[in-house]
């Protein structure tokens, strides 16, 4: 078992930045890909961007590449989210995810069902 905390979160005027903390305990961080999901009042929740274990390979929504950027600090058991150029259709909580290690995700991690393990989430809202 794995818990994941996330922080970082808050109110930022159209075209700030935020950055999200997301820190993990319990069982040992080695292994894991870590994903960012969100999800809108009466919306469904969707990807944002993922990383795997080594850093090596991230993934990112159309709606956020080039302004989202993903990072992992294994050392410190914490995955980062930079928020820049944020816009009002940011507005959302953001969720932390963590993968499986016995059971890698097949193919990019960019789905909710690679992903057992979740944060409580942090609210972001982008005032116009």
């Known amino acids: 078992q794995v818990q994941l905390v996330e922080s970082g979160g808050g109110l930022v005027q159209a075209g700030g930045s935020l950055r999200l903390s997301c820190a993990a305990s319990?069982?040992?961080?080695?292994?894991?890909?870590m994903g960012w999901f969100r999800q809108a009042p009466g919306k469904e929740r969707e990807f944002v961007t993922a990383?795997?274990?080594?850093?090596?390979?991230?993934y990112y929504s159309y709606s956020v590449e080039g302004r989202f950027t993903i990072s992992r600090d294994n050392a410190k058991n914490t995955v980062y989210l930079q928020m820049n150029s944020l816009l009002p259709d940011d507005t959302a909580v953001y969720y932390c995810?963590?993968?499986?290690?016995?059971?890698?995700?097949?193919?990019?991690?960019?789905?909710?069902?690679?992903?057992?393990?979740w944060g409580q989430g942090t609210q972001v809202t982008v005032s116009s």
């Open positions: 990383i795997t274990w080594s850093g090596d390979s991230t």
């Open positions: 995810a963590a993968s499986d290690p016995d059971r890698p995700p097949l193919g990019a991690p960019t789905r909710l069902l690679d992903y057992p393990y």
């Open positions: 319990g069982r040992t961080f080695s292994g894991y890909a």
